[in-house]
């Protein structure tokens, strides 16, 4: 190979990693990219989420499609959008931990919005694994139920944040609660947490979220099973 060859072929081929980066560099399509890690969701619950219309998810979508970081499937008269594989979460994770270590923009924000964070006790993966062993620990799913049954850490019972405040009853005072949700910025757990305390449980959050867990390769199960491309979800 001459040297003109070897240059065209390094252009070519850091040109098309770099489409990834190119995908990923848009605070919404990585919002989109965290949602589904979660579950797949239609364009239309992805808007909802993400706070933005329909027409412009719709464009985001595509972005990440056309990267090939999300896969479609028909559901009826819906297309249903999902993570190609884990390691498009994996690289999600692995972003965030480097802007959390890299960039202390990252924790300052921390610092503001989750003033309440500090008050709360929370516990890391492995010293949740150790508690579920002990047969004296909940562990409380409060994401949505849609997210629960496509996946969660196995043994979890589920009861959505909105819920919870109406179900207290449901829950056992003389053993510990460990309430997660879907990952490190996400409130849910927090909010279950505070509300459990309040209450007179002892209860924690968990550090993380069911991602986190799941590339960990922590135990997990699927309520919802969704087939190859072009499949269906069954309960």
Request: proline share 2%.
């Amino acid at each position: 190979m001459d040297a003109q060859s070897k240059r065209d072929f390094k252009n070519s081929l850091f040109g098309e990693f770099a489409r990834i980066g190119k995908a990923m560099a848009s605070d919404r399509r990585l919002e989109i990219i965290d949602l589904l890690a979660q579950a797949e969701r239609s364009v239309e619950e992805l808007a909802t989420e993400t706070s933005q219309s329909v027409a412009n998810t719709s464009q985001h979508l595509k972005v990440l499609r056309q990267a090939h970081l999300v896969e479609t499937r028909r559901d009826g008269t819906f297309i249903r959008y999902r993570l190609a594989d884990e390691r498009v979460t994996r690289l999600w994770l692995m972003l965030r931990e480097v802007g959390e270590t890299r960039l202390a923009e990252v924790g300052r924000l921390v610092d503001t919005y989750l003033v309440d964070r500090g008050k709360l006790q929370g516990i890391d993966a492995r010293e949740l694994k150790r508690r579920l062993k002990d047969g004296n620990t909940v562990l409380l799913d409060v994401r949505p139920t849609v997210e629960y049954q496509a996946g969660h850490i196995a043994g979890a019972r589920s009861i959505p944040i909105g819920e919870l405040a109406g179900r207290l009853k449901e829950l056992p005072k003389d053993k510990t609660i460990i309430a997660y949700c879907r990952g490190s910025y996400c409130v849910f757990a927090d909010e279950a947490a505070a509300l459990l305390s309040s209450r007179g449980f002892q209860a924690y959050r968990l550090d993380g979220g069911f991602p986190d867990w799941k590339i960990a390769g922590g135990a997990v199960t699927q309520t919802l099973r969704v087939e190859n491309y072009g499949g269906k979800l069954h309960a």
